[in-house]
């Protein structure tokens, strides 16, 4: 899996802040999307945002590896799409996937994507869901 690209694809989606703010959901965020508590916001130098991010993917790519029997088995394609959804849901938020995931692993991309994309992750962040099934759908 090309990880530069996983973390390409983060920061897009993320965005770059050096200083706390509200997310879309009212909490306090810093850096690449990541939440912090406001009383310690005097914003975060971009190196250490690139340092945690990096952190979290392998974080998570570590969380995958344990959460899905089959991850060793997916396309790097489908491995990007799994990890920017944990990267924004948590792991147990993509567990929460269990058709998406069931498809998947029967390799029915297609239909896991719009499967993916019936859901409240893609009412709720539609670019980038719509970005992701199609990392699904193309694998």
């Given at each position: ?60 790519e ?22 920017n ?33 019936n ?21």
């Open positions: 899996m090309d990880r530069e690209q996983v973390a390409a694809d983060l920061k897009s989606d993320e965005g770059w802040r050096p200083n706390v703010y509200e997310d879309h959901l009212g909490y306090k965020t810093i850096g690449f999307g990541f939440l912090v508590d406001d009383r310690k916001g005097d914003g975060m130098p971009k190196e250490i945002g690139e340092i945690w991010l990096n952190y979290e993917i392998e974080t998570f570590r969380g995958l590896k344990l959460a899905l029997s089959n991850w060793s088995r997916y396309p790097d394609q489908i491995q990007r799409a799994l990890l959804m944990s990267y924004q849901m948590g792991i147990g938020g993509l567990l929460g996937f269990r058709n998406t995931l069931r498809l998947i692993d029967d390799g029915r991309y297609q239909e896991a994507a719009t499967e993916a994309l859901s409240r992750w893609a009412e709720q962040t539609p670019e980038r869901a719509g970005r992701v099934a199609e990392w699904i759908a193309d694998a």
